[in-house]
């Protein structure tokens, strides 16, 4: 059986609405810690790299 054939019977809001809810319901904790943890590496990315960016301009201007 498909996932086509599983969902052929059903009416569009069942698939469409009610679905997508409770995979939001039993997985949404987990979605938003992987979410979170994605914004959390983003930013200390790009911390690093403003700290990198202002320490050489400070050293460049300290020694030139």
Do not use: D, E, N
Request: no cysteine; charged share 5%.
């Amino acid at each position: 059986m498909t996932t086509k054939g599983i969902f052929q019977g059903l009416p569009w809001w069942v698939t469409w609405i009610a679905i997508p809810v409770l995979v939001l319901a039993v997985f949404g904790g987990l979605i938003m810690s992987v979410i979170g943890f994605v914004v959390s590496l983003v930013f200390k990315a790009l911390l690093l790299v403003v700290l990198i960016a202002g320490l050489i301009y400070v050293v460049r201007k300290f020694t030139s």
